[in-house]
């Protein structure tokens, strides 16, 4: 089934210019932009989707006290649902007058929020105002003692507020909890279980909502998390995080189509070589085989136990190449690191405009597979634990790992892109497959532009 579910995410990328936004219950809504905008600007308008609650969801973005850095989290829900499904918005950027999150946009998570605490903030300027929200809260009220009927009521409340403004929400249940944060036996275990059976029924019977059972990818079938889902029995590790998006991306297929993400021949990628052209790159340290003009494919770890073979295969979708890499572990080190590392290239002609960074690959599925990091200096896509993280497997991950926006500086630093793989040395059986497709580099319209400031108005 999980398997099946990506797959059809893949499959689903089908060249279309035109995005359809289709509710249960509602009719199409229709968003397009020219296909001349498309081609300069490798981004044509995308639906955009917020997400609002507490700690589980702030943890999809982090960003540097000091503005330098951007990061999409790869143990969080949202960010894999993108990935696997890249044809909506989740922007969120850099905002240092948020002096607790360092960050704004569509991220309205706040760590520590109840239901009430989102109810109270509907109105706070600056919140997001996108064309679906994700609304995702109610543990910390159940935590707190909250009764039933006040977290219903609250969620009733908030789901109207975005109803009335014509935006759609998708209304998640509460996720399950250890009995280190609810005993057995206490009552708020089974208020957790009434508001669940509440948010089912209120979410497939009113026009617009959609129900997502999270819950679901999470429960032992006892309404505590299964082992190595959660990092401390409530909040998700990257696998929990990985099968929490096998059961929203088939919701945001639904609501969201596909759009043709391919760049037309006068699209400005700033990345050298982005399309993998060529076969005069470097075979480091542990690899053998031809490398992509400018990269250097290398066993960052200098895993002896390691062998890489690489390859290089004409791309008809991008006139450039693919980058395969087979892996074959033979025990030793439980964690080994790859790396595919660009040339570094100078992006001083961007300096003050807004960018973001891209990276197309496929894993073969394969149970070698622990976690995966892109970094491109002053945004990244990746976990912050990977050495323990694991992806799941008998999966084919067909990816888009597109870092949130983010103004340079106006005397920015060269770029350094690199993609890591970190395997699974001592366990993984027979040989595992990486084709890395492209990689992006561009410019994109300012979240802050009065398009868009006008848009979060309405």
């Known amino acids: 089934m999980i398997r099946t579910v990506v797959a059809l995410a893949s499959l689903l990328c089908a060249a279309l210019i035109v995005t359809w936004i289709v509710s249960e219950n509602a009719s199409p809504v229709i968003s397009s932009k020219n296909q001349r905008n498309l081609v300069s600007n490798q981004s044509a308008p995308k639906i955009r989707v917020g997400y609002i609650g507490d700690s589980i969801l702030q943890g999809n973005n982090l960003a540097a006290p000091d ?54 903030r509907m109105n706070a300027p600056g919140l997001p105002s996108p064309d679906i929200m994700i609304v995702s809260v109610g543990i910390n009220s159940v935590t707190f003692g909250v009764s039933a009927h006040s977290i219903q009521s609250d969620l009733q409340a908030i789901c109207q507020f975005y109803l009335q403004r014509g935006i759609k929400v998708i209304l998640s249940n509460i996720r399950p909890i250890s009995a280190e944060f609810i005993p057995d036996g206490d009552p708020q275990f089974t208020v957790r279980s009434d508001v669940n059976a509440w948010i089912r029924e209120f979410a497939t019977t009113t026009p617009d909502v959609v129900f997502w059972d999270v819950a679901a990818a999470y429960d032992d079938g006892s309404g505590r998390p299964i082992a190595g889902y959660t990092v401390d029995g409530l909040h998700p590790s990257s696998l929990g995080s990985q099968h929490a998006a096998f059961s929203l991306v ?12 391919r760049a037309g021949p006068d699209a400005i990628n700033f990345f050298p070589n982005g399309r993998l052209a060529g076969n005069r790159g470097t075979a480091g340290p542990g690899v053998k085989g031809r490398i992509a003009n400018g990269f250097t494919a290398e066993m960052l770890s200098r895993g002896a136990t390691v062998t890489v073979e690489a390859a290089t295969h004409p791309n008809r979708e991008t006139g450039g190449g693919t980058q395969e890499f087979s892996f074959t572990l033979h025990g030793g080190s439980s964690v080994e690191v790859f790396g595919l590392t660009g040339t570094r290239f100078d992006v001083s002609m961007l300096a003050g ?45 067909d990816l888009e790992l597109e870092t949130m926006p983010f103004r340079l500086p106006d005397n920015p630093s060269r770029i350094a892109p690199v993609l890591r793989m970190y395997l699974h040395a001592d366990t ?31």
């Open 67 to 120: 503005g330098l850095l951007i990061t999409a989290q790869a143990n969080r829900e949202i960010t894999w649902t993108r990935a696997l499904h890249p044809h909506f918005d989740i922007d969120t950027w850099i905002d240092l007058t948020d002096s607790f999150r360092h960050f704004a946009g569509m991220n309205g998570g706040l760590s520590g929020d109840t239901s009430a605490h989102v109810r109270a």
């Open 250 to 261: 088939p919701i945001m297929q639904r609501l969201v189509k596909p759009l043709d993400r």
């Open 353 to 397: 405009k807004w960018v973001k960074a891209r990276c197309k690959l496929t894993l073969q599925p394969w149970d070698g597979w622990r976690a995966l990091t892109f970094n491109t200096t002053y945004m990244e896509w990746e976990s912050n634990a990977p050495t323990t993280d694991e992806l799941t497997h008998g999966v084919v991950w």
């Open 428 to 458: 993984a059986t027979g040989p595992g497959v990486l084709q890395v497709k492209g990689f992006e580099f561009f410019e994109v319209d300012s979240p802050l532009s009065p398009r868009n400031s006008a848009r979060e108005q309405n």
